[in-house]
């Protein structure tokens, strides 16, 4: 059974870095055949695809989100990792690490980190 | 960029009758890439349904989807108590705005 789960400040100052990690067990991101994939979910706003990095380190971003984040893999740790900079409160959500098929289908999630972005 | 709408944005059911969700897309896409997930209060989504009627590991029967072209559906055949839920469709990188299930 795959789990997820992401790590990281809760509360980030505007204009900073946002940093989250997501530590996968159950299966290795080095196996392939799938996406390591963030998602966020703002309270009106709802779910939000932010992109995903493949075990070659291959990487694609929704593209209003492109010029700020960074998805990259730690395969020595078994895990891959967020970085979202110059954020604004409109970046407070709850942020979501997940598995991703070849079809686009999410199977595995982690539990979720909210992030607050307040000075 | 590919729009999903949901609808209704609430269902008042009770608990064994039928639900029936709607997901429309902006544009045609393939049947091959629209999911849908259940999210309960405090949770992460579950994924349910994925290939348009391809039920998840573990998901029940009761839960089925179908639909092409532009129009997609997910029907819950009697609503048991768990089932009371929020749920979206996605389609890769996008998702639609979500249904909730509540109890009448």
């Given at each position: 059974?795959?789990?997820l789960q992401?790590?990281g ?5 505007p204009s900073?870095?946002l940093?989250l990690?997501c ?9 392939g ?5 963030w998602?966020r979910?703002?309270p009106?706003r ?6 995903y990095v493949?075990f070659?380190?291959?990487t ?6 492109k010029?700020?984040i960074t998805?990259?893999l730690?395969?020595t740790?078994n895990?891959f990792?967020l970085?979202l900079?110059s ?8 942020y979501?690490c ?7 289908y999410l199977?595995?999630?982690?539990q ?5 972005v307040?000075? | 960029e590919?729009?999903l709408?949901?609808s209704?944005g ?6 064994g009758?039928?639900?029936t969700l709607?997901?429309r897309?902006?544009q045609?896409?393939?049947s ?5 997930y259940q999210?309960?209060p405090?949770q992460?989504?579950?994924l349910?349904?994925y290939?348009?009627?391809?039920r998840?590991?573990g998901i ?9 072209g ?7 055949s009697?609503l048991e108590p ?5 749920y979206y469709?996605?389609q890769?990188?996008a998702?639609?705005q979500g249904?909730?299930?509540?109890i009448?």
């Amino acid at each position: 059974q795959v789990q997820l789960q992401e790590s990281g400040p809760g509360l980030v100052k505007p204009s900073q870095t946002l940093s989250l990690t997501c530590t996968v067990s159950g299966g290795s991101i080095s196996s392939g055949g799938y996406y390591w994939t963030w998602i966020r979910q703002h309270p009106v706003r709802g779910l939000e695809w932010m992109g995903y990095v493949y075990f070659t380190g291959t990487t694609y971003y929704k593209p209003s989100l492109k010029s700020r984040i960074t998805i990259s893999l730690d395969t020595t740790k078994n895990q891959f990792s967020l970085k979202l900079t110059s954020v604004t409160a409109a970046d407070t959500a709850v942020y979501y690490c997940a598995r991703e098929a070849q079809l686009g289908y999410l199977d595995y999630w982690g539990q979720g980190a909210l992030v607050t972005v307040s000075s | 960029e590919i729009v999903l709408t949901q609808s209704p944005g609430t269902l008042s059911l009770s608990p064994g009758e039928r639900a029936t969700l709607s997901c429309r897309a902006s544009q045609s896409i393939s049947s091959s890439y629209l999911a849908w997930y259940q999210q309960k209060p405090g949770q992460a989504p579950r994924l349910l349904i994925y290939a348009t009627s391809s039920r998840a590991t573990g998901i029940p029967d009761r839960f089925s989807g179908s639909g092409s072209g532009t129009d997609f559906s997910l029907t819950i055949s009697r609503l048991e108590p768990e089932d009371f839920a929020v749920y979206y469709c996605q389609q890769n990188g996008a998702f639609g705005q979500g249904t909730k299930v509540e109890i009448k």
